[in-house]
């Protein structure tokens, strides 16, 4: 916890008492903040900053773990600080206290599909390559891509000396200057849709995250978020093996 709360509402927090409770072991010197024992009235701590000890153990309070699925619009980031001041993902939670962070990144230009979470063991695996969590976009490129430009993505190209694993890719309309496909890859390597259009001479001009696993954004406004539970999010993992099954 980043901001600073009662003493007695973080001693009630963390489960020590109820809030009256507190107030009068903090009045009867079972208290301890930064090393002095506090029996004032209304002194309020930052619990990231300060130790509060209560009968000489220290005290924290677990935040409770929270999964969110965010409609990320273009012009956010998905740092959590920007040195340039542009408006950064976290700034479209407002009710969210926990201190969540991206699953993973978007361009800044990219909208779409975006998880936050405080828990980071699941983020971690989530993100891990082993899981091959899968990720479907819908870029919209210059141009018209023959079949064998496209058949290139889908087995796999060199980025950086190193080949990308197998694509999913479905042509979903052509317009006059430009094509819409839809492409599902599992790997996380930065601006890798950009760069793998780039390379079959198909620069993206707008990109969109449709799903992430199983996590579409159906019926969820761009710059809107909705809180998932746990087993909603670990229900990305299964659709890995669907996708296994619609490809074997
Ligand atoms: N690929 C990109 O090129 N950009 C993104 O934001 C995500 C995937």
């Known amino acids: 916890m980043e901001k600073p709360v009662r003493l007695q509402k973080f001693l009630a927090m963390a489960g020590v008492a109820s809030r009256r409770k507190a107030e009068e072991y903090i009045a009867a010197g079972r208290v301890k903040v930064d090393g002095k024992t506090v029996t004032a009235r209304g002194v309020k701590v930052t619990p990231d900053k300060q130790i509060v000890l209560f009968d000489n153990r220290q005290i924290t ?79 919209e490129i210059k141009g018209h891509p023959d079949k064998k430009s496209l058949q290139r993505l889908e087995k796999g ?11 999913r890719i479905r042509r979903r309309k052509r317009k006059k200057n430009s094509s819409i496909i839809e ?7 930065k601006r890798q ?14 990109l969109k995250r449709l799903a992430y696993g199983s996590l579409t954004l159906d019926g969820l406004p761009l710059g ?9 999010l670990k229900n990305i993992f299964s659709n ?7 490809n074997s």
């Open 61 to 139: 309070v677990e935040e409770s773990s929270i999964y969110i699925l965010l409609n990320k619009p273009k012009g956010y980031v998905t740092t959590l600080s920007d040195p340039q001041g542009r408006p950064i993902v976290t700034s479209l939670l407002p009710g969210v206290k926990e201190r969540v962070f991206p699953v993973g990144r978007l361009d800044l230009d990219t909208e779409g599909a975006l998880i936050l979470t405080n828990d980071g063991a699941l983020a971690q695996s989530i993100q891990h390559p082993s899981n091959e969590v899968h990720k479907t976009y819908q870029a």
């Open 157 to 167: 190209i060199r980025i950086e000396g190193k080949q990308t694993a197998p694509a």
């Open 240 to 246: 890995k093996l669907l996708y296994k099954q619609k």
């Open 183 to 189: 492409i599902t890859i599992h790997e996380g390597r």
């Open 193 to 206: 849709v950009k760069i793998m259009f780039n390379a079959i001479g198909h620069p993206v001009l707008h």
């Open 224 to 232: 809107k978020y909705k809180i998932l539970s746990k087993n909603e």
